[in-house]
């Protein structure tokens, strides 16, 4: 354990209050707002980080001050009337009673949000320039809308105190109402709230003015503001120390919570939300440079998932708060586990970008790792051990979802004998991980297998299990997990091509050119494209989809996407492989295209698809027979959180038989992970 | 031999309390370990209790220059003149800087000047081969537990690392039994003042660079034998000059 | 003849006496070179035979075959020859009943004999001296004999070689080798020991009464603590000769079982050869173990400590002043005393502390706290926890005295658990904050007094100025500095374990607690609680309250071991075999616990760093605040 | 920001792809000729071909596509390669402001350049040159000391063999300037400079800067438990790390007319070389020469054995110290320690960002690995792609020759 842990461990006493640690969650946006209100799913949620240890946690990002910034199209709160404030309080009352403090980000989003949600009112903006982001086109925000939302925030403020927050930052990062004022690329206005810095820092002022005068001496307002925009016209790294010192000697705020970038466009969206392909901390120099000028504290976040990383920002100083957002989402309780001396058991997030990839096509924040985030209503983070009886579980198959299932069944006090075929566990996300920056993935497998392990599971790898070997150990419940495998679709010559798990397996080493043919749109391709490329190969990249890497969220897309051009991979969108003939030695691949229904070919080396899997179901189909459920698993039982009937009248010398993950239809490492859980937590 | 350690009245960085300077009492093991028979503290300033805590690491005898405090200089310097004239100290130690005031590390060295002394600075311990009388031999220390050898003449000021090992331990008994002595130094004038403002420290971070994980390419060797690769290696090393030449190396390994 | 002979047999026993009391002489003399201290000798010596029978024998009983042994032994020898003495008077002598009663104690007194011999034969155990030890039962055999033999040949009016010269032959010959064991041996105990008994330097712990703190030291003396014999009390000395060596501390030390260069008989049979100028050779029990090789050399005025003397250092900072020894030694012997004393000469007198002691001394004396840390840090753990400070003038119900385990993460969430039960039931209580300076526990553990009455003397200046009804701590070497120690310095105050609080608030029904269903819990008794404060129930009435199933260790209670982290030894850098804790997890599995329950910052930090696997530590306030289910 | 753009003309390119009127027209992926099309009737198409033939080089050497394709290029369009960086010039300097570098082993380092970031903050805020003293190297050092922010130099001729002599002749030199602040840096050879320097002129020291602007310094005073805040100094150090280094534009270093000054040596104060110490128990964290250990490594005691023979300091990844394999004080990375070594060679080390970060200021790094892709390859100044494992028991024994000769 480093020696700078016990930095973390430092309370921090801002204005009137004392936060009793340095780890801190900032504001987000889940998706969990209903009703424009943080209800029980919302608060339970930041409850569970309170409880886990947190010192902070900040809710509600891009809460909404006037109706002109809706809180709908991310499930956001919106602050605009008195309404939200029986909610804060019962919010607050949550997360204090575990000990914690509770802030939120309150922002008017200017023309970073959407106009044609509930209230159809037109965005506003310093200067009507559009956000390729939100792709809105604002009105010049004339002086009296400058007053009317200066007002709003000044109010909203006042509910969030009358709702018993310990604080709020309003939102400077990210290219919202604040810092299109403050960033000359937006700010094209002649009058006293353009032009110089001064000036273009004004109507930030006024906003915070009109809050400390709205909420008075007893209560924290800070901001959220970029270190460096990263953006050619941009705010510079000067510029915003600028800003941060300014108003810090004005007195202004009580800290500030520092990012690196903007997000004003796919890429830097993905730069500033950096997920696995980047270092760890990118941006913690961008925090310490203003730390280092201004006389507030410093809150950053931005990949700091590690709590060694973590400390040494807290210990060496470049940080006041160490905000560990994503990692929260990965493990709630992360700080008790520090404290305890069990830091190795803490779920380390990975930088999958799951959590937020979903939020940004509407959907709710879920954890690739951790399928107990954002279900703290139904599913426990804390596995306690079952009352009833005690069973023996055989589970085939150590992929993520078996893993998952011997980890939950052995919190729960059964006895657990794991079979994985491979010499290792982890199934399909080994292979995943091998693809160029995807390696970080490796990290789900580490924890799952450890926790496994030391929970006394008997895991037996090497070992193909069969229905045979399955009987001899006389099993209670036997849970299948033996995952998927690859597909090589439907195409005509399907037996010349290879699949990408072929390459990432090592089983194929293609050289020369190469025709990638995806059908599923995920990581799988454009990874295994990058992987080609970076080995040399002329690779084009074909897909029935609009575009490449379709289904990929928006943190990760533009990161598949900057390496593929990057290697110089043609990226063929709307095209369907048909055909695959042998020509010589070479191949030919029949192209056609999804809109005009016109063919090309490709003569090529290889070919390698990518077509998703079919479940490997042989072992279940032996062991179906002679279960009690015929392998069913009871559906009302799964949704209602109880035990399966099958498990729950279960008699000498019978098996019941449930199958979890890929091994039924082939999907992905959440729904393989919340399979295990929510079938198990109930044994 | 005959040593003076200049003491000052210190604070301990975390608690502030009155606490002897880590440096100062390196001094005086420096001056033991340099085999001084005679060993006295000289402060230049009235007496404070605090100081008694430097006879339990080993002064017998403290002398207080009250009235020294308006230019420590001046009057560490008249009382070392004087005492020239009646037996003259051969060595004057004090640690690299005081901790609790300016903190700036010059006080040795104006004393120096003043005295027309060299100054031998951040030594952690005598050499062990010592040169004919008149002249001494130190191990200055360095970073990453290098050493430099400097040879001073003397009379000369001496300036002790905070790396220095040399710490001794800490008897009550002769701290109680220390002899601490008032002196009235002569009227000196006012040194100069710091100007500026005086206020809490607030720490800042030290510079970081941004996180990077590329880098620029170099020289590439694909698949060579293992003695083409281990004599690339050798040639790189030492073209960095991190790998001692051959014959370096094996004449390091004797001394 | 026969009438000769029972008056030559008196006479014998006469002049066994004079012989005794002659060679009790060098001995006083010796003793009377040590220091000079006000005892009351006349009202000791009258105390003896109650603390004998009763203190002594309390100890002796823990082992049962040895009080059999020493009754029978003991009580026939002395009755037997002091009833022969009073033969003197010919009346007696011609009296059969008078023989009779003779004979019976000296018979007796051989069935005791044969026990003495069988504690060393076939095998002598390892905690068993030799030397003269093994021809002792033969010596007293003889003069028993004898003196069966000479009743026997006086009650049936028998005479001749057989019941005349025989015996008294015996006699002479076992006589002067009660002598020799008297003078020279280890049967000086039996004049040592009454002397000890009566002059001993903590009185109030006769009759079941505790003394345990340690004593100031003049801080103006010229010599502090103890360097030479010499300058212990002379009744110390004298308790030196009146150790038996019957190994009991040996058994008890943890130092030893961990072998750690410290054996308190050794030390304490070092310091006595020491003293009679004899060498280190003459002792012939088990070595402090691993001990590096001494002198071996000592008189009264010579260094005793050091590698030209008789005690290597590593003995004295390997001590854990857990006062086990000083707990089974029968003959009340003050061992913590010895070391702290010897240790306070190679503290104050020479600085010869151990490199990770001395740095800890001077944090302590720079920043009145022990690691250097910033005294504002000391609460930092509580920060979530909204704790009142007392500031100067303030007044609460209960000060809340955190002492140096709340630095730590660890035992920072026992004070969280102990701050929410006093919060859940309204206490009125307060900490001191950056105001609370170290108790200065360490500092006097570890011989070095002038910090210690520094830091406590600051302490007590503080706690002046605030008012409150009572002290709690959590940590029971503060407890006992604050309770037993300050009052000596002028500092009196209530203090309370936080376990005694706890119980307090149960029994009174402000704290409802429902059994939980939990594994194996055992109790693992701190040291500075159990022994040196005699509290061993409260705690155990509050597991009972919060845990399904209790278990115990063979050793608890006040015979509990210990965990290894007083004294000083931690931070003595000691050269270490076996881990004291780890000897101590292993005696916690033994007992088939799942959980070890402590109730002090040492034991929680030594027992949680014993590696896995083994029981979970949690402190009782943690257990107590899980079976919370009403206040 | 790269300075490297495309120009694109999607409806040029579209237009260019046109081949022929066969139903399926065909190209050739790998070929290099024109669009072919396939016997199947096809169109066979080699979209990177396509891109190739209309490839030139356009303005500041952007690649540059010629949509109509290149045969129609009129030669006056293809942009003239030109913008050679110009160099700052401070002709009439308003005032000189001194900088005395440490250059050990005659190098400028990180400290050193500093140093000049700090010099050029006081210059550029009125106009003033930034005079390196004690540059003793040849020309070529010219151009790293006007990239470090240089614009003068003065060449010094004493060493610190004799501190002394050292002070005479820089204390003469300054008197010939003067400068408005002369600046040194607080390292060990710096803060002793400094100080001589003080005593020998009689002026104040501003010791260990930590904060520095063009009106205002900021040294912590009171064992670190207060700072004071004033003008700027005449004579000040910097505290390392407290300053960023010069990354503007570079400048020109320009002659300076100043008469040398030769100096006199005193030998009542001498120093001699440095002794370094023993690497194999140095703190991981300020060794200078680490050798690092990874998963391509197994057998360890080979592995020591290499890193006794190259007297460095061992580390490992996390995986190895996961395996316990070596000690954990040994493993490099953000989740480890972080190096600050000179040369860092890495065996069998993958390089996972988080190692990399480990690698923090790392001048020099030597990579064994089989994976020719590897980032620790692309971070190396020598990358050998080949069994670590192989090579390092070779190493030994060459290095074990070499010794035995």
Known sequence: MSANIEALFKPLRIRNITIRNRVMSTSHAPGYGKDGKPQERYQLYHAEKAKGGIGLTMFGGSSSVAHDSPATPWNQVSVVDDSVIPYFQQFADRVHGHGAKLMIQITHMGRRTRWDTDAWLPVIGPSPRREPASRSMPKEMEIEDINRVVKAFADAARRCKEGGLDGLEISGAHGHLLDQFWSPSVNHRVDGYGGSLEHRMRFGIEVLSAIREAVGEDFVVGMRMSGNELLTNGLSQEDCIAIASEYATRGLVDFVNVVGGQARDEMSHAVSLPNMAFPVAPFLHLASAIRREADVPVFHAQRIMDVATAARAVAEGHVDMVAMTRAHIADPHIVNKLAAGRADDIRQCIGAGYCIDRIYVGGDALCLQNAATGREATMPHDVTPTTGPKCKIIIVGGGVAGLEAARVSALRGHDVVLFERENETGGQVNLAAKAGWREALTGIVRWLDAQVRKLGVDVRTGTEATAEMVRIEKPDVVIVATGGAAWRGEVEGADLVHTTADVLSGAVNPAGSVLLYDEMGQHNAASVGEVMATRGCLVEMATHDRLIAQEVGTTNQPVHLRELYKHGVIMTPNMELREVVREGNRLVAVLRNTMTEEEEERLVDHVVVECGTLPREALYMELKEASTNHGQTDIPALLNGVTQPAVANLKNGEYALFRIGDAVAGRNIHAALYDALRLCKDF | MKAIVLLSAGIDPVSGRPAPVGGEVRAIGLARALGAKTLIGLHAGASVPALADYGGYGLKEIICLSGGEHDPVAALAQFLIRASNVSAPDLVLAGTRGCGGADTGLLPYRLAEKLGWPIATGIAAPLEEQPAAGRLALAQARARGAVRPVHVTLPCVVTVSDMAECVPSFVFADKRAVQVRDERAERTPQGEMEEGLLRPYRRRPKLISAARTGGTGGQLLVDPTPEEAAAAIIAHLRSLGVLAAADEASSSKMT | MRQRSGAIAAGLVWGLGAALALSAVPMVRRWRKGQAKPVDMVRGLAAVPKRYLVDVHHAVERRPGAARMHALVAGGTLAGTTLLAAGIVSAFRNNRFYWASVGVFFTTAIAGTWLVRKRRSPQKPSYLSGGKFLWLPYALGAWNVGGSLLALGQIVGAGGVLFSAVPLFLMLVGGAGIVVQVARGPMRHAFSGVTWLAAHSRPERFGGGRSTELRPLDLAAPMLGAMVPSDFGWNILASFDACIECGRCEQHCPAFAAGQRLNPKALVQGLALAARGEEASAYTGSPAPHAPPVAGKGSLSSPVIGVDGMIHPDTLWACTTCRACVEQCPMMIEHVDTIVDLRRAQTLMLGEVRPGAAEALRHLRE???????????????????????????????????????????RYARTLRALVKLLNMTGVNFAILGEAELDCGDLARRLGDEATFQMLAGEVIDTLGRRRFKRIVTADPHALNVLRNEYPALGGTWEVLHHTALLDELVSAGRLKLDARTLPPVAYHDPCYLARYNGETDAPRRLLAACCSQTVEMERHGRQAMCCGGGGGNPVSDVDVVERIPDLRMQQAAQSGAAIVAVACPGCTAMLEGVPEPRAEVKDIAELVLDAVVAV | MSGVRHRRHPRAERAARVVSGRTRPRYDMAGGGADVVAPSGRRRRDPRNERARLLTTGREGRPRLVRAGLSKLAAASIATVSSVSKKIRIENPEFLIAVIPDMIDGRLDRFDRQLLGAARKLADAGGGAVVVLGARSAPPMHETLGQAGADRVVLTGADGSDPEARVDELVTLLDRLPPRHVLLSESEDGADLARRLAARTGGALAAGVEVLGARQIIRPCGAGRQERASEPASLMTLAPDRIAAWDGAEHEILPLEIENVAPTARNRVQVGALRAADPATMNLGVAPFVVAAGRGVTDFDGFRATVAALHATPGASRVVCDNGDMPRTTQVGASGTVLDAVCYVAFGIAGAPQHLQGLGRVEHVVAVNTDLHAAMVKRAGLAIIADAQHVMPVLCEMLAKERQA
């Open chain 3, 367 to 409: 920043s009145a706290e022990s690691g250097g840390r910033p005294l504002s840090a000391r609460a930092d753990g509580l920060a979530g926890e909204n704790v009142p400070v007392l500031e100067e003038g303030g007044e609460t119900d209960v000060l809340l005295w955190l002492g140096e385990g709340a630095y730590e993460l």
